[in-house]
Nanobody, 122 residues
């Protein structure tokens, strides 16, 4: 499985970005997917999860109501729409494939993309 994240950039606080994660593999539609982020000097943290169907999602409290995960299985792509961005949202964002439905632990994720940098200025 190969994952390619994109869509990061520099944005002012209050702005929006949409991240994309393109995946290889004919079984993409069965993948449980997650988004994580890592700020400088900090550990990688859970941001969002989306199940194989796109129906079930869950979010870290810090992003709930501002971020939304979605997916297009026909395009082998998952998305993370990020609104009302804050400086504390700055970090490298990773998409990943989980072997465990609903997991928020990075240890349950087996395949990771290379990450895309999001910088939110105040």
């Amino acid at each position: 499985v190969q994952l390619q994240a994109s869509g990061g950039g520099l944005v002012q606080a209050g702005g929006s970005l949409r991240l994309s994660c393109a995946a290889s593999g004919r079984t993409f539609k069965s993948y449980e997917m997650g988004w994580f982020r890592q700020a400088p000097g900090k550990e990688r943290e859970f941001v969002a999860y989306i199940d194989w169907s796109g129906v079930l999602t869950n979010y870290a409290d810090s992003v709930k109501g501002r971020f939304a995960a979605s997916r297009d299985n026909a395009k082998n792509t998952v998305y993370l729409q990020m609104n009302s961005l804050k400086p504390e949202d700055t970090g490298v964002y990773y998409c990943a494939v989980s072997r465990r439905a609903g997991s928020r632990s990075p240890y349950d994720y087996d395949y990771w993309g290379q990450g895309t940098l999001v910088t939110v200025s105040s």
